[in-house]
């Protein structure tokens, strides 16, 4: 049995708690119908709203890891139980927000309110650091001891890597402990008569800003600044100092002033040592891989993990709600084309080895624009060069960052700079070892679109020494003939060029690597399963019909760190081009993999693959 208020009385509803909001959101939309602004429940509703936005904006702040990456304080990345087990973080705002409808009920109307009253900010004042700080501090210590913190802040401490929204994840004891002592500082200038507009708000906000700055894992405040005035150090925290306290569990309850954690000998000695070294930035690790991505489009741009962390940490699909935000993405879409480099995504670690996702800023459509070619390849060239000055070890190509119309699939660069130390990978031997390895043993005959791509011509080159028969779509018999000749002779009888979607009605497995509309899907017949390497992926039209996903593989149980989902994959799987750099790394391989697929190496890779604990979807 869950011990007494553990345990949130809303736990059940799942995304359907914010009814209990609804009294609030009516009484409100009353208020501002009626135009009266004076009542409490429009700013309450503004309260929460500004409260939940504070929030996002630190967590984005954050997670922004080209910004931060320097200064973060625990290295490790937010894995997907932590996610998860803080899904309900917000649970707070809304027993907040609850809480304060009861209490401002009676208060003076708003509109009644001076805008400023310096009495009653300093009364303010008082209470929090005479009755808040040490309620909290004292409270805190208490909820580290036996039954408490088992019971109770255990929960709270579950979550290795602090984030904003780490905040106000705990039960709903703690809470009700935590607005207490944040209570006391507003009640006490409303009671006196001293209340004002900017107390209300000011307060509130403050708060969790100072909450949201002390668990952001970001080291924002400079060392100077504590050098310059020692006796900071006894009244305001840093993200450092907070995060010791999670790390070791012994030491820095204070809330925001480590005055009490002095006072009460449980401050940690090498607190302001560590805020220090960490804010001068100076120390950041160079990753031994990294896959170099790019933005599909305006809506997937939100999918990104420093926007909304619970859309980052599941399969991309588009939410009834981001179009609100479509205009500010397609904002940024032209900030980043116009101003942005390529930059560091997210980051897991695995086997050791840090592994990293950078960005180059360019979405889909760009790549298919003629003038735009020449800025992407400058972009790539750019970030391979500084991932040869990091000393990264591979870097892996996504798939239109290795079009053959764009840069010959990486030959570009490789041929004009001959000396990199860097290891370019555009991954399309693991591609096509996966997409081979889907296809059941017993078939005999296969139809293949886009026969005459670096993938295709790996694919058809495969089968047919396999003795199994393959219908090349092909309008070009020149493309054809120069494939087939690289066969010996005994098998290029089973290649067969055609030139219409007709010659494959009887054929049930198609290999498709060009988009495929309706009508060029009814030629298949009944049960014919449809293998893919086409971006993005064809429309399944057909029920009678099935389709199968892009070429991905799921990562190794051992995998550290990982937190967001690659695009449209399920948790912990990434696309072929991503793990055939990963094998490429682990493997220690020395030679790059660009232009052309060597046939011979396919099930090298596989094997590989299979062997470091990579498996297939």
Not at 200 to 216: E, H, I, K, N, P
Not at 294 to 320: C, E, Q, T
Not at 325 to 352: C, V
Not at 431 to 460: C, Q, W, Y
Request: aromatic share 12%.
């Amino acid at each position: 049995m869950a011990a007494p208020l553990s345990s949130w009385p809303w736990a059940s509803l799942g995304i359907y708690k914010y009814v209990l909001c609804g009294p609030l959101v009516a009484m409100a939309a009353r208020e501002w119908r009626d135009g009266r602004a004076g009542g409490w429940w429009l700013h309450l509703l503004l309260l929460f709203v500004l409260r939940s936005l504070t929030y996002q904006l630190w967590y984005s702040f954050a997670n922004m890891l080209f910004l931060t990456r320097t200064r973060r304080v625990i290295k490790d990345g937010v894995e997907f139980k932590q996610i998860d087990s803080e899904w309900d973080w917000d649970n707070f705002l809304i027993l907040q927000a609850l809480l304060g409808s009861v209490v401002l009920c009676r208060a003076p109307s708003f509109e009644d309110l001076p805008l400023l009253q310096l009495k009653g900010c300093v009364i303010a004042l008082v209470l929090h650091v005479g009755v808040s700080e040490p309620l909290f501090y004292m409270a805190h210590r208490c909820f580290h001891r036996g039954y408490l913190f088992t019971h109770y802040h255990s929960i709270h401490h579950s979550s290795p890597v602090p984030q904003p929204i780490t905040a106000g994840f705990g039960t709903l004891l703690e809470n009700l402990v935590l607005s207490a002592a944040m209570a006391a500082p507003l009640l006490g200038p409303f009671a006196t008569g001293h209340g004002s507009a900017s107390l209300a708000y000011g307060y509130v906000l403050v708060f969790d800003f100072l909450r949201c700055m002390g668990y952001s894992n970001v080291e924002v405040l400079p060392s100077r600044l504590f050098e310059a005035l020692p006796a900071l150090r006894y009244l305001l925290y840093s993200p450092t100092y907070l995060s010791l306290h999670h790390k070791e569990k012994n030491c820095n309850f204070c809330l925001f002033m480590p005055l009490f954690d002095f006072l009460g000998k449980t401050a940690n000695n090498k607190s302001w040592d560590l805020q220090k070294e960490i804010s001068s930035g100076k120390k950041d690790r160079a990753p031994d891989f990294v896959f170099l991505a790019h933005v599909i489009d305006v809506f997937s741009s939100m999918h990104v993990p420093f926007v909304f962390r619970s859309l980052s940490s599941m399969p991309f699909i588009n939410y009834i709600f981001l179009p609100v935000f479509w205009p500010i993405a397609f904002l940024f879409m032209l900030f980043q084309w116009a101003f942005s480099k390529t930059f560091l995504l997210s980051f897991y670690t695995l086997r050791g080895r840090l592994h990293q996702t950078w960005i180059v800023p360019r979405y889909g459509f760009q790549y298919f624009l003629p003038f735009a070619r020449e800025g992407i390849n400058d972009q790539i060239e750019l970030a391979i060069l500084r991932a040869d000055k990091l000393g990264v070890k591979v870097l892996s190509l996504a798939a239109l960052n290795k079009n053959e119309s764009l840069n010959g699939g990486g030959t570009l660069f490789i041929s004009k700079h001959p000396d990199l130390r860097v290891r370019v990978v555009h991954g399309n031997t693991l591609t096509a070892a996966i997409i081979l390895n889907e296809i059941p043993m017993d078939v005999k005959e296969v139809f293949l679109t886009g026969a005459t791509s670096k993938l295709g011509r790996a694919i058809a080159l495969y089968l047919c020494r396999k003795n199994i028969r393959v219908l090349m779509l092909t309008l070009s018999t020149e493309r054809f003939v120069k494939i087939q000749k690289e066969v010996p002779a005994d098998y290029q009888h089973h290649l067969v060029q055609v030139t219409k979607y007709q010659a494959a009605q009887n054929c049930k497995t198609w290999i498709v690597g060009k988009w495929l509309l309706l009508r060029e899907q009814r030629w298949a017949p009944p049960g014919t399963h449809f293998h893919q390497f086409v971006v993005p992926p064809v429309i399944g039209f057909r029920r009678d019909c099935t389709y199968g996903n892009l070429a991905a593989m799921r990562l190794p149980k051992d995998v550290q760190g990982l937190g967001s989902c690659e695009y449209t994959m399920e948790r912990g799987i990434v696309h072929a081009c991503h793990a055939g750099g990963i094998v490429h790394c682990l493997e220690g391989w020395t030679h790059h993999e660009v232009g052309a697929i060597d046939v011979d190496r396919i099930d090298v890779v596989w094997n590989a693959a299979l062997k470091h604990g990579l498996q297939p979807v």
